[in-house]
Structures are given as C-alpha cells and as structure tokens.
C-alpha cells in the first residue's frame, strides 16, 4: 500500500449525494416553519388590532356618556328659557297695572335668539350597535396561495396552518375596515359635540342676560332704588 499521500488512490471524496427523500423532507420543514411563522405573526396583528379595537369602543362610549350630559344640560337651559319666557309676560302685565311701561333699558327683556335644539341621533352610537367586536371576520379576503398551491397542501399538515393564516387574515381586513369607520364616527361625533358646547355657550350667556334684566324689573316694581346690579341684595332695605 502506498504512503504517497498524493497517490490518487489515498485522495477522499468529499461530494455528498444527497438523499431525494432528504430533500424532500428539508423542503417540508421549511414549509412548515414559514407557515408557522406567519401564523404567530398574524395572530399578533390580529390581537393588537382587537386592543386598539377595545380601546376605540372605550372610546367611543366616554363619549356618548358625555353626549348624554350635554343634551341634559341643553335641555334644562332650554327649559329655563320658557320659563323666562313666561316670567317676562307676567312682568308685563304687572307693569301695566302699575301704571304703565317702564322707560328704560331694563323695560323689554332682550330680544331671543333662535338656537337649534339638540340632535339626539348619533352616528357613532348607530355605529356601535352595528359594529361587531367578537373578534368574527365580517368578510373573506379569500387565500393567500393559489389554487395549485392549496391543492397541493390538501390534505397534508400544512393545510391547518395556511387556513390559520388566511383567517387571521381575514379578521385583521375586517377589524381594520371596521377602525377605519370607528375613527369616522368619533370624528363626527367630536364634530358634533363641539357644536352643541358652542350652543350651550350662547343659550348659557342669553339666559343669564334675561334673568338679570328680569331681576331689575321686579326690583324695580317693587319699589327698591339703588340697584346697581342684579345681585344687589342690599338695595332690597332702600324703599321709595
């Protein structure tokens, strides 16, 4: 035997021939772990859409209690106008028989203004009674690989994964559409509530106008002199 160690008969061979069924078997697992993958990475998105998901609805709820307290308080100074409505007719008459109307500034009660009332429709509330939140896709984005692809995956344990991912799929297209018509709806509902704190603003100043005028007329009806201002208790001991 030669000691030659460039004889050729000494030199190893280092080409593998792999296995077909090797291959094979390489190639599924790799299949396998891309599917798996994309499995935990659609489940990820598809619970942090549900979170944002929640916390718009949290949202959107903070908002219609708010909804609620403004129309309350507009109606209430709604209410308090009719009453000062009906007040400044009873001054009236009272006026007239005590000889007349009163020359002054404080005479008419200021001229009313029309305000709109309150809306009590709300498209974010119309939205939230529509809107599904169970986490079920309301459509189908359809598959992801084709048709050659899913018949080839038939029956094979790649077939649970991909219809993972193309559920995951789905429900993330459905819960984006539906933030996409949440944030809408909050946006007209801000729109909305601004509104009605900028017509509660103006009914607020016109009522206290009124009260206050109407409080010098009964003043001085009467009899009291003095009054400088509504709120001047003392003028109520300074008789004619």
Do not use: C
């Amino acid at each position: 035997m030669s000691t030659n160690p460039f004889d050729d008969n000494n030199v190893k061979s280092y080409t593998f021939n792999k296995d077909p069924e090797d291959e094979v078997n390489e190639y599924e697992r790799e299949i396998e772990r891309v599917l798996q993958e994309s499995v935990e990475s659609t489940n990820r998105s598809v619970q942090r859409l549900a979170n944002s998901e929640q916390v718009g609805a949290n949202t959107a709820q903070e908002l219609l209690v708010q909804r609620e307290k403004l129309e309350r308080t507009e109606k209430n100074l709604d209410d308090i106008h009719r009453t000062t409505v009906e007040t400044q007719r009873n001054l009236n008459s009272l006026k007239s028989l005590f000889g007349g109307w009163f020359k002054n500034k404080f005479t008419k009660a200021p001229p009313t203004s029309t305000v709109p009332g309150s809306k009590s429709d709300s498209r974010l509330s119309s939205h939230l009674e529509n809107s599904q939140f169970d986490g079920r896709p309301t459509n189908s984005s359809g598959p992801t690989l084709s048709a050659e692809s899913r018949a080839a995956m038939k029956g094979t344990r790649f077939e649970a994964l991909d219809n993972q991912v193309d559920e995951n799929l789905d429900m993330m297209s459905s819960k984006l559409a539906n933030l996409k018509n949440l944030g809408r709806a909050l946006g007209s509902e801000v729109d909305e509530q601004n509104d009605m704190i900028s017509r509660i603003q103006v009914k607020a100043d016109r009522n206290d106008v009124i009260v206050r005028s109407q409080d010098n007329q009964m003043k001085k009806l009467l009899g009291y002199k003095g009054v400088a201002k509504p709120e001047d208790t003392a003028a109520f001991s300074k008789k004619k």
